[in-house]
């Protein structure tokens, strides 16, 4: 798989681990930075990794920052990009199964790099559920634009 990985500076040392982890599995990681501890703006490189997917660059999206939030409404404001802050397992099987999420988005003062690798793992491997689900996740793509009006 394909996956692009960004962050700032709070969550650089947890992104370092993620790319390492992800290239011993196997997957073609592209790393838009940050490359360093040294102060950027988060906003900057979540939309980097939410370009990466939704321009087809990459199948998957990881963003890190200190807390995950920040980061995550950053990459959320790319058209067609449905990330989720992901704290553990649970919550990476949800945003998978139910919301088909594309972007998984972690804090490193809040979650363990143990953590993160188990929830990685699971957002890699878990598929969407779709049926009911199906509808929501198009009504994101409306309200984001990524989806004409005429759905179903």
Known sequence: MRIAVGSDHAGFLLKERIKGWLEEQGHQVLDVGAFSEERVDYPDFGAKVGHAVVDGQADRGICVCGSGQGICMAANKVPGVRAG??????????????????????????????????????????????????????????????????AP
Not at 98 to 111: K, L
Not at 122 to 133: A, E, S
């Open 85 to 150: 802050v992901v704290r553990d397992v649970e919550d990476a099987t949800m945003i998978r199964r139910h919301n088909d999420a594309n972007v998984a988005c972690f804090g490193e003062r809040f979650t363990t790099p143990e953590m993160a690798l188990d929830s990685l793992a699971v957002f890699l491997d878990t598929g969407f559920d779709g049926g009911r689900h199906e509808g929501r996740v198009v009504k994101l793509g409306i309200l984001d634009g990524s989806v004409g009006t005429d």
